[in-house]
């Protein structure tokens, strides 16, 4: 029963309290950079929350074989390895996406969240642990980016998942689909968020 609980405290930490992007900060340049739609935030967090399950997955079960002191290559290698295959899989089956998210695909690669998990928890904890970390961070992040999103493209250009939901001359924000409205926009939300978080 206590190991249930701490199971289920581990993955809901990830969404709510240790929240990658709204609490931690953690995975700044893929959050302001590609958060101008919902489409493509929650494209960036799935692609994320998929490097970072594959990446916590192996960590966990070959952290024994690792020597200490090539420890940090050989996670930042096996990340690597499972961007490369996200990379093309978005290549293949999702052009467009491939095309709106661009140089931030392989740079999830040196994303602090993935490398963060991979050290500070895949390498100390069994399997089981070490993928329901990965689920709730990832879920967290995938839940950031696509609020972030939302929200920008809600403001900026009156649609939500690129649909239009007021006319072509109404009035919208501009400044949100701009880089200096995710900075605005992220700002807002993390104080919401905290807020919420203290709450529950």
């Known amino acids: 029963m206590r190991d ?30 590609v958060t ?22 192996v960590v966990s079960l070959v952290k024994s074989q690792i020597p200490s002191k090539v420890r940090i290559p050989a996670f930042i290698i096996i990340i690597a390895s499972f961007v490369t295959v996200v990379e093309m899989i978005l290549e293949a089956f999702l052009p467009f996406l491939y095309e709106q998210l661009g140089i931030f695909i392989p740079l999830i690669v040196v994303n602090c969240l993935i490398l963060g998990r ?9 399997l089981i642990s070490s993928v329901i ?4 961070m990832g879920l967290g992040f995938v839940l950031a980016l696509t609020v972030l999103g939302a929200t920008r493209e809600i403001l900026g250009n009156g649609s939500i998942f690129e649909m239009k939901f007021v006319s072509e001359d109404a009035n919208t924000f501009i400044l949100f689909i701009l880089p200096p409205g995710a900075f605005i926009a992220l700002a807002y939300l993390t104080v919401l968020f905290n807020k919420i978080a203290i709450k529950t």
């Open 36 to 57: 101008s739609s919902a489409f493509n935030g929650l494209g960036m967090g799935i692609a994320t929350l998929f490097v970072l399950l594959m990446s916590n997955i």
């Open 133 to 136: 970390d990965a689920l709730g």
């Open 118 to 126: 991979a050290e500070a928890f895949a390498s100390k904890r069994n």
């Open 4 to 33: 249930t609980i701490d199971q289920k405290q581990n993955f809901i930490k990830g969404i709510v309290k240790e929240n990658p992007v709204f609490v931690m900060l953690l995975g700044m340049c893929p959050t302001l950079g």
